[in-house]
């Protein structure tokens, strides 16, 4: 009978069931961790897509002016360094970049400067997005 008195014990029922309820909620939180990270779908990486030269030199000007004028960013700035590798390559239109710096009208000079510096020096920092190709 020691043993009936001993498991009739409440300070022992209360024990066992605060360990029983322990175990249940660490084995849920064990379960429902992997299984969590089994559900977890990973975001698939972009597929990086690049403008080959022979696109780049099928773009026709009204082209080119389209891109320029595009709502999004990305396009207009790669339009805009493609439209600079083209007159760096061109000598008539530094020739007119170098023309516009000599100019009286402020702007016109200003304008010419930064965009013989951007064709030059390949930079976005301070150039407007012009909004025609000449």
Not at 7 to 14: G, I, K, N, S, Y
Not at 27 to 54: G, H, N, V
Not at 95 to 114: K, N, V
Request: proline residues 4%; glycine residues 6%; contains cysteine.
């Amino acid at each position: 009978m020691g043993f009936f008195s001993f498991a009739r014990d409440e300070r022992l029922v209360a024990v066992g069931f605060g360990m029983a309820t322990v175990g249940c909620i660490a084995a849920m939180r064990i379960i429902l961790l992997r299984s969590r990270d089994k559900a977890e779908i990973p975001p698939t990486q972009p597929k990086t897509q690049y403008i080959t030269q022979a696109t780049e030199d099928s773009l026709k000007l009204s082209t080119l002016n389209t891109l320029l004028q595009h709502y999004n960013y990305a396009i207009r700035d790669t339009t805009l360094r493609i439209v600079a590798g083209r007159a760096v390559n061109d000598r008539s239109a530094i020739d007119d970049l170098l023309w516009g710096i000599t100019r009286e009208d402020y702007d016109e000079r200003m304008q010419s400067l930064r965009a013989l510096t951007f064709a030059l020096e390949d930079s976005m920092g301070y150039i407007p997005i012009p909004t025609e190709i000449r």
